[in-house]
């Protein structure tokens, strides 16, 4: 079975409201057309928030909190 055939799978054995969310996620990535994944709006709120004086969690915790489910 392909990556793609596997992840296909994976997503049909979700409720149905996530395989729509989902499938409208992955619509939205591929009407993108391989251009960047974050609309300009949001690349906007990023750089402010980086830009502020606000003190903001490492990465790599963010990484180990997201691993362990904690986020």
Same mark, same amino acid.
């Given at each position: 079975?392909?990556? #793609?055939d596997?992840t296909?799978?994976?997503?049909?054995a @979700?409720?149905?409201?996530?395989?729509? /969310?989902?499938a409208a996620?992955? $619509? #939205?990535?591929l009407?993108q057309g391989g251009d960047?994944l @974050?609309?300009?709006?949001?690349w906007? /709120?990023?750089?402010a928030r980086? $830009?502020s004086?606000?003190?903001?969690t490492p990465?790599?915790?963010?990484?180990?909190?997201?691993r362990?489910g904690?986020?």
């Open positions: 079975m392909s990556n #793609l596997a296909i799978a994976r997503l049909r @979700l409720p149905k409201r996530e395989q729509e /969310a989902l996620q992955i $619509d #939205l990535m009407d960047d @974050l609309m300009p709006e949001r906007a /709120a990023i750089e980086l $830009d004086p606000e003190v903001l990465h790599a915790e963010v990484a180990r909190d997201f362990n904690l986020r």
